[in-house]
């Protein structure tokens, strides 16, 4: 549980420093990610310990997010003013990419699983 | 002389232990909400929760700052937890590496619709250029998303509501309208989900089905990259044809 949660930060960390020295507009936890995921690909296994940290770490990823989302009372003016755009782009935009990229790997997916088909 | 409650609160909520047991106690009270509504998915515990602490803190006129100095704890293992994202994605390994090109050309039409589509709806419907500007990156997950409204020129505090507000509708509207149209491939609606509402959507994926979040949290580290490379140099093109 603490090597994991060590793991976890010290991958955050780089993430963080490689973020600062490179000026890629990536935030350091998303560098992190790709980082462990490139350990583990690479040793080709992961550790029980580690398993077990992350899921429960990720079985309440629900309620990371909601410190940010208190963050609506600051915007209750402007949220009052524009309610309307906001909500038929959130609303347009959500519906239609769901849609739209669950459609591009559906159609995509049978082809490229085909053993005989060459990718390009 | 034994205090009165408002003092206390005004003693308690100087202290960072009030704003994160109220936070934990919210999210408690409304995953409790979930479970009883047979987790139907418009009872979304970050919904609930939110909802919750925004009423209390306004009866209780206490500023955000205030809250958020110990709320802050829980929202810094945010960033943690995008790093052991890593691990239900290596579990998907076998299956993502066979499905590399499709992945690629899902992610570039679907971040791009996510951003494009979001700054034209508003647009039409009569959004002001900041608001706009906040809109473009709120598919992707916060943290990324405030940075890129930042260098766009938005709001980056209105982008992390409007990022919390996609998510939850995301997460509400996925599942009913893949089964409407009939897709059910666990992978392919997983990655959508990722894609159109980052971290709240995979949330919601993994309570489904593992292999359906591996690949939403999959599409959520990746639309991260994508829009913040292609958005602040695509953004401009789009902001000038409409005026």
């Known amino acids: 549980m603490l090597e994991s949660i060590t793991l976890l930060l010290v991958f955050q960390l780089a993430g963080e420093v490689i973020t600062l020295m490179t000026g890629l507009p990536v935030p350091g936890p998303v560098i992190g990610m790709g980082l462990l995921f490139a350990t583990l690909a690479l040793r080709g296994h992961v550790s029980n310990d580690l398993r077990q940290t992350a899921q429960n770490l990720l079985q309440h990823l629900s309620l990371l997010f909601v410190p940010a989302g208190v963050g609506v009372m600051l915007h209750v003016q402007r949220l009052k003013d524009e309610w309307w755009p906001l909500l038929a782009a959130v609303v347009v935009s959500t519906l239609l990419t769901l849609v739209v990229t669950a459609w591009v790997l559906h159609a995509l997916q049978p082809a490229t699983e085909k053993p005989t088909d060459a990718a390009p | ?243």
């Open chain 2, 1 to 243: 002389m034994t205090p009165r409650i408002t003092d206390i609160w005004v003693y308690l909520s100087a202290t960072p232990l009030l704003g994160l047991t109220l936070t934990l106690l919210a999210y408690q009270a409304a995953l409790w909400m979930h479970v009883r509504c047979n987790r139907h998915p418009a009872a979304n515990p970050v919904l609930l929760a939110v909802a919750m602490l925004v009423a209390l803190l306004s009866l209780t006129g206490t500023p955000y700052a205030t809250y958020f100095d110990g709320a802050q704890f829980v929202h810094f293992l945010l960033g943690p937890a995008t790093v052991a994202l890593a691990i239900p994605l290596y579990a998907q390994w076998t299956r993502l590496r066979r499905m590399l090109l499709p992945i690629a050309i899902g992610l570039l039409i679907g971040s791009l619709t996510a951003a494009f589509s979001a700054v034209l709806a508003g647009h039409l419907a009569g959004g002001s250029t900041a608001s706009l500007l906040s809109l473009a990156p709120k598919s992707v997950t916060t943290p990324i998303a405030m940075g890129i409204a930042e260098r766009l020129g938005g709001l980056p505090s209105l982008t992390a509501v409007l990022v919390i507000l996609t998510g939850i509708l995301g997460a509400i509207v996925a599942r009913p309208l893949f089964t409407r149209i009939g897709f059910t491939d666990p992978a392919a609606t997983g990655f959508a989900i990722g894609i159109a509402s980052h971290g709240i959507g995979t949330a919601r994926a993994f309570q489904e089905n593992e292999q359906s979040g591996a690949f939403a949290a999959l599409a959520m580290g990746l639309n991260g990259f994508a829009t913040a490379m292609l958005l602040p140099w695509l953004l401009p093109y789009l902001m000038r044809a409409l005026g």
